[in-house]
Nanobody, 121 residues
């Protein structure tokens, strides 16, 4: 069974960097051919895909946050991390990590439970 767990500070000050870590168990983040993704949901809004890191370590980001986002990984810990710089209250959201299937049209099959991050104004 694949399990994902988000962790990190729940409160971040405006202009600082949001950092979240996703710890994966039950599967290696280097396993062909999956992608490991970050998705967020602001209060009262829909899900927003942020970006992903592939089994190879390559990354891709949503254009909406690409200039501020960085996704990395630590294969020794089977973790991948989201860093979002220069945050504003608009970045307040529940942040999820998930596994993205090789064929993206099939979506995500495993999700973390989500972590609420509040950006103070």
């Amino acid at each position: 069974q694949v399990q994902l767990q988000e962790s990190g500070p729940g409160l971040v000050n405006t202009s600082q960097t949001l950092s979240l870590t996703c710890t994966v168990s039950g599967d290696s983040i280097t396993t062909n051919y999956y992608y490991w993704t970050w998705i967020r949901q602001p209060p009262g809004k829909g899900l927003e895909w942020m970006g992903a890191i592939a089994y190879t370590g390559s990354t891709i980001h949503s254009p909406s946050i690409q200039s501020r986002a960085s996704i990395s990984r630590d294969t020794s810990k089977n973790q991948f991390t989201l860093q979002l710089s220069s945050v504003t209250p608009d970045d307040t959201a529940v942040y999820y990590c998930a596994r993205l299937l090789p064929y993206w049209r099939y979506g995500m099959d495993y999700w973390g439970e989500g972590a609420l991050v509040t950006v103070s104004s």
